[in-house]
Each structure stands twice: as structure tokens, then as C-alpha cells.
């Protein structure tokens, strides 16, 4: 078994310092859709500024580097416990060559650990499958964004929110509507349906790697997707809560089996410095997306 | 127009702020958040101005400093090369996790500004009008491009008792960027876009 720590540092130095091409792209349409001189413009310009230069550095594009979650794909015969051991490994050094911030704090002294170790942290998952090769997707989440999710269980009276796709609606825009500019818009949501509560929440997050602009397979999940990005841009938030035309660049959704007592609705905000990535390791040959 | 703002700030340059007016602010500031906030009313405000032995070098410094300044809601990303430390990252972090505090703060030390993002709340919003304070909006998420602004950090205090993110950094700024989003007047455009969302919503989900 190889010796990744070397390659998970590169990622992380990538997800912390390069905002992806989808993003950047999403960013510029939305500047070009806010009033000349406008508050919300000049919120844009100034994180489309700090694209580049964090790009071009090589810093973090926001010193809130997030909880760190990493989702591993490994081959068959593969060590998780070596995995994760390289993979908190690299994550010391990431932070000590100042990618990461010393992020992760005791639970009730608020002690920090000086180096992301922690207990639980960073967030580790292993899905053992069929190819040879390992890919690491990471997502840096920070925590203003994190805490403006939301998680209902429906039916919901005050918002009318029933066991349909009409209830989900309901939920994700009041979701929305109470983050207001917190979660540093304009964001992208990510929505599960189903689930227990742990495991909806996670879903909700993993929907956050898809590329923005990519629609769920099942077409009414799909148009659902298209209407309550529609719908969340017309509340007129906008970037920063500064008030504005785009509040959200996308909303991505899924299912999964529920009990039939419980209907969850998890709803994960990720902020415009929207930091994923994926590494793939075949032989000896690494490539970043 | 750009407002151009040095600490110390006078009354007078508050007062001629209005919601939506860009700024930039140069001079010392000091980093402060959750630990820095609960500190600084648990043993200042709460005693009277008469904290612990321990504490009172940095009592003496927050009052110089703050009388007239500015806190920045920020926890860094920090560098050390050759034992000086450097600003690698700084963009705010939420305000409102300091709306029970941030009140208090402004009255005690004659704070003229608060720099983070997300906005505050109504008792905040009375103590700029009372105290002739402003809250300033910086882009959540521009780590670089603030950290730029940054030309010196001057020292660190509580460093090893809060850690990195929640210490006390005293930096010096030059043209620090930022928007009026509540003023000294009694007007919030947080408040102002919270009712026209929540409008809207009504709107969007009327049964």
C-alpha cells in the first residue's frame, strides 16, 4: 500500500487556495446580473479579486478552512486504518504550512489543538468499491455556513410543509430565508430527503461535490431543483445579505429510504467559496480535478 | 466615494456615515470573537472596570486602543517567519454570536466600529445610535485580499490561553474595505432586506 500523505497535502493546499472553475464561472455570470455600483456587485468583485490572488499565492481563499470532510473511495485489500492515519498525517502538515487553520477546538474548554487532530476530526468516510484506484474527494466547510443548515421534520405546521415534494419546497426556502447573508451568499444548497436524522444530513452534504449545473436524474427531483434556486433568488438576499439578485447559484437534491414514521429534510449551505476537490490515485500516477 | 477612516475615529466622521457607504480604515486594530467577547465583559465590564491583577497590562492597552477604535469579528490564518508573525488569511467571521456582548463593549471602551459580517441585532444597532458607533460589513470569505491589508502585526495577546482563531491580534491596517451596513442613524440593511425576505417568503409558500 502506497504512501499518500504527500499527494493528500497537495489536495488540501488545491481545495484551500483554488476555488474551482464551476464556481469562479457561476460568480462572474452572478456579477454581471447585480446593479452597476451596487453593493452586491462590489461584494462579487471583491471575491472574484480574492479568487485570483489566493490562486495565484497559493493561500487559503478564506481563513475559516472548515471542517475538513474527506470522502475516500479504496480498492479492494486497502487499510482504512493506514488511510486515515496519512490522511490526518497530511492534514498536521497542511496546517502547519499555514493551508489550514488550526481549526478544531474541545467540545466545552474550547481548547485549541494547535493541528486539527481531534476527536472525530477531520470527518473521514470509506466506501470500499470495484476499481483500482483511490479517489479522495475533500470539502472544506466552513463554519458560518454550517451553521445556517437546517433540518426539518415533516409535517411542518407553521410552514404548511406536508410528506411531498411540496413540502420540500416550503422547507428549503424558509431554510434560505432565515441563513440570510450568513452563510456568505451567494451559496449552493444541498438537499436530502429521507433518511434518520445523521444520515440525512450527511447526504445533504455529498450533493455539495456534484458540479454546479448538474441535475438529479429523476426529472421531478429535477425541475424541483431548477424552482427553488428560482424561488430563493427571489427573495432578494443576495451576495453578502447586501440585498441583491442571486442568493443561491444552485440547489442539488437526492433521496434516500426513510422510515415510515420519519420524513427528514436536510438542507447543507455551502458558501461561495464553495471548496471541493478530487484526487485519484492509479498506480503511481496522482491527478487533482 | 470612498470614506477614509483613521483610528482614532471622531464622533463627527461616524456621524457623516450612512448605510451603504464604502469605507477603509487605517491604523491599529484588534481582532476579538466569542472567547475575546465573553472575556472582556466577564472581567471588565462586569467588575466595573476592576478585573484581576493578572489581567490589567491588557485592560490598560483595550482602553487606549479601542477608545476611539475598531474590533474586527476575525480568526486568522497566521504565519511566523523569523518570529514575526504575518496575516495569511483574515476574513470575518459572523457577528451575531456576539450580539449579547457587543453592546457593552462599544459603551465601555468607546469603540467607534465594528468590522464582520453577517450583520447585527437591535440591542447593537441602539448602541451604535447611542454611542455614535458604526457596524461595518467586510466580504465574508476574502481571506487573501484582507490579509493583504494587514502591513504589520504588532502583537498577540491570550494567544496561548484562546488559540489562533479566538486571540486578541493587534494589527496595523492600511485601507481596510468595507460597507456601512448599520449606521449611526438607526437604519440597518439587515434589518431592512430580513423584512423584504421574509415578505417574499409569505409570498412564496401562501397555502
Same mark, same amino acid.
Given at each position: 500500500m502506497q504512501d499518500l500523505t504527500q499527494a493528500l497535502v497537495e489536495l488540501i493546499r488545491r481545495t484551500s487556495t483554488d476555488l474551482p472553475a464551476d464556481m469562479e464561472l457561476a460568480l462572474r455570470e452572478a456579477r454581471e446580473r447585480e446593479a452597476a455600483g451596487s453593493a452586491a456587485q462590489g461584494a462579487l468583485d471583491t471575491m472574484l479579486v480574492n479568487t485570483e490572488m489566493s490562486r495565484a499565492k497559493?493561500?487559503?481563499?478564506?481563513?475559516?478552512?472548515?471542517?475538513?470532510?474527506?470522502? &475516500?473511495?479504496?480498492?479492494?485489500? +486497502?487499510?482504512?486504518?493506514?488511510?486515515a492515519a496519512q490522511i490526518k498525517q497530511a492534514v498536521t502538515i497542511a496546517t502547519e504550512k499555514s493551508y489550514l487553520r488550526p481549526n478544531a477546538v474541545d467540545a466545552i474548554s474550547g481548547d485549541n489543538s494547535g493541528d486539527n487532530s481531534g476527536v472525530e476530526f477531520p470527518t473521514i468516510h470509506f466506501h470500499e468499491w470495484d476499481e483500482d484506484a483511490v479517489k479522495v474527494d475533500l470539502m472544506l466547510k466552513g463554519g458560518g455556513c454550517e451553521n445556517v443548515g437546517a433540518q426539518y421534520s415533516l409535517p411542518n405546521a407553521p410552514l404548511k410543509a406536508g410528506r411531498d415534494l411540496e413540502g420540500v419546497r416550503r422547507v428549503a426556502l424558509d431554510a434560505v430565508t432565515r441563513a440570510q447573508g450568513q452563510g456568505c451568499a451567494p451559496g449552493v444548497l444541498g438537499i436530502a430527503v429521507g433518511g434518520d436524522r445523521g444520515a440525512s444530513y450527511a447526504f445533504s452534504k455529498q450533493q455539495l461535490f456534484r458540479p454546479l449545473g448538474d441535475r438529479n436524474p429523476d426529472p421531478e427531483l429535477a425541475a424541483l431543483e431548477e424552482t427553488i434556486k428560482a424561488q430563493a433568488n427571489e427573495l432578494g438576499i443576495g451576495p453578502m445579505g447586501f440585498g441583491g439578485e442571486t442568493t443561491v447559484l444552485? &440547489?442539488?437534491?437526492?433521496?434516500?429510504?426513510?422510515?415510515?414514521?420519519?420524513?427528514?429534510?436536510? &438542507?447543507?449551505?455551502?458558501? +461561495?467559496?464553495n471548496r471541493r476537490r478530487s484526487m485519484t490515485v492509479r498506480g503511481d500516477e496522482v491527478t487533482y480535478s | 466615494m470612498i470614506h477614509k477612516l483613521t483610528v482614532p475615529i471622531p464622533d463627527e466622521a461616524i456621524e457623516a456615515l450612512h448605510v451603504g457607504d464604502q469605507v477603509e480604515i487605517s491604523g491599529v486594530i484588534f481582532t476579538?470573537?466569542?472567547?475575546?467577547?465573553?472575556?472582556m465583559v466577564e472581567q471588565f465590564i462586569k467588575t466595573d472596570g476592576n478585573p484581576q491583577e493578572s489581567e490589567w497590562p491588557l485592560y490598560e492597552l483595550l482602553q487606549d486602543k479601542l477608545n476611539g477604535g475598531v474590533i474586527y469579528h476575525c480568526g486568522p490564518v497566521v504565519a511566523k517567519d523569523a518570529g514575526q508573525w504575518r496575516f495569511v488569511a483574515a476574513g470575518p467571521t459572523t457577528s451575531i454570536r456576539e450580539e449579547v456582548y457587543q453592546d457593552l463593549v462599544i459603551e465601555h471602551f468607546n469603540l467607534k466600529a465594528v468590522i464582520g459580517k453577517g450583520g447585527m441585532g437591535p440591542r447593537t444597532l441602539a448602541a451604535c445610535q447611542k454611542f455614535k458607533a458604526v457596524y461595518l460589513h467586510a466580504v465574508g470569505g476574502a481571506g487573501t485580499l484582507i490579509?493583504?491589508?494587514?502591513?504589520?502585526?504588532?502583537?498577540?495577546?491570550?494567544l496561548k490561553e484562546f488559540g489562533v482563531p479566538e486571540a486578541f491580534w493587534q494589527i496595523r491596517v492600511e485601507g481596510f474595505p468595507a460597507v456601512v451596513t448599520m449606521d449611526s442613524h438607526g437604519q440597518s440593511v439587515h434589518a431592512d432586506v430580513a423584512a423584504q425576505s421574509e415578505a417574499k417568503l409569505k409570498e412564496l409558500v401562501a397555502a
Open positions: 497559493s493561500r487559503p481563499i478564506c481563513q475559516d478552512t472548515g471542517t475538513p470532510i474527506f470522502e &475516500v473511495h479504496y480498492p479492494v485489500g +486497502w487499510s482504512t486504518r493506514k488511510l444552485d &440547489v442539488q437534491m437526492d433521496t434516500m429510504h426513510r422510515l415510515p414514521a420519519s420524513f427528514f429534510v436536510s &438542507v447543507s449551505y455551502m458558501c +461561495w467559496a | 476579538a470573537r466569542d472567547a475575546a467577547h465573553k472575556y490579509a493583504e491589508r494587514v502591513v504589520e502585526v504588532e502583537d498577540v495577546h491570550k
